[in-house]
């Protein structure tokens, strides 16, 4: 089992609907929860992180965190054709290094 | 404006030949990094360093070697590229338990 899964997809979702992207992670300890967009051919950029149970919103992003389920989402409220990207989940495993573990990230296409 | 830098952008080198790729940063950020990542591949961390004089190996087998000697500067050396390390190459930085910020990589092909 991988320590960080996400689905590879493509998922494609309507020009103003919502993206819902999944992640889930093996280790109950780990304590801080990224969310990374990556456009072809550049590097990752940080859009969302979270630490604790619930949401949290900015913008038209929302991160959701169930630390029972080991589970962490994000939301794309009104998506646009500018989204379409792969989003990564990155997982701080903790411990005295910053240990940061990415997932193989879900590609995104929203369709005009 | 604080930010971190990679050089060169593109590198296209022969086999057998000495490289070195640039790392910098402006944030006095502790923690640095490099990965490793294919086109349409998953991230794999190759170097991390906590602070001056600290690098360890990550979890990639790597043939490269990194140094830390100031905290805002992490090169990276292949002392003798080989087509396998034809690759796109990452640097990033961290402070504590924020989240990582990405320089804009080195694409490396080795002929």
């Known amino acids: 089992q991988k320590e960080v899964e996400q689905n590879s997809g493509p998922l494609s979702v309507p020009e103003g609907a919502i993206a819902s992207l999944n992640c889930t992670y093996s280790d109950r300890g780990s304590q801080s929860f990224f969310w990374y967009r990556q456009y072809s051919g550049k590097s990752p950029e940080l859009i969302m992180s979270?630490?604790?149970?619930g949401d949290k919103e900015d913008g038209r992003f929302t991160a959701q965190l169930n630390k029972a389920s080991q589970y962490v989402s994000l939301l794309i409220r009104d998506s646009q054709p500018s989204d379409s990207a792969t989003y990564l989940c990155a997982v701080n495993m903790g411990g005295g290094y910053q240990k940061v573990t990415f997932g193989t990230g879900t590609k995104l296409q929203v369709i005009p | 404006e604080a930010d971190i830098y990679q050089t060169p952008r593109y590198l296209v080198i022969g086999t057998g030949k000495k490289i070195t790729l640039e790392c910098s940063q402006t944030?006095?950020?502790?923690?640095m990094y490099w990965y490793q990542q294919d086109p349409g591949m998953e991230l794999h961390l190759i170097h991390y360093s906590y602070g001056v004089n600290s690098t360890e190996k990550g979890d990639l087998s790597s043939e490269s070697t990194v140094s830390r000697i100031r905290t805002e500067h992490f090169p990276l050396t292949l002392e003798s590229a080989r087509p396998s390390h034809t690759s796109q190459y990452l640097c990033a930085s961290s402070e504590d338990v924020l989240g990582y910020t990405f320089g804009s990589g080195t694409r490396l092909t080795v002929v």
């Open positions: 979270i630490y604790s149970n």
């Open positions: 944030m006095g950020h502790d923690k």
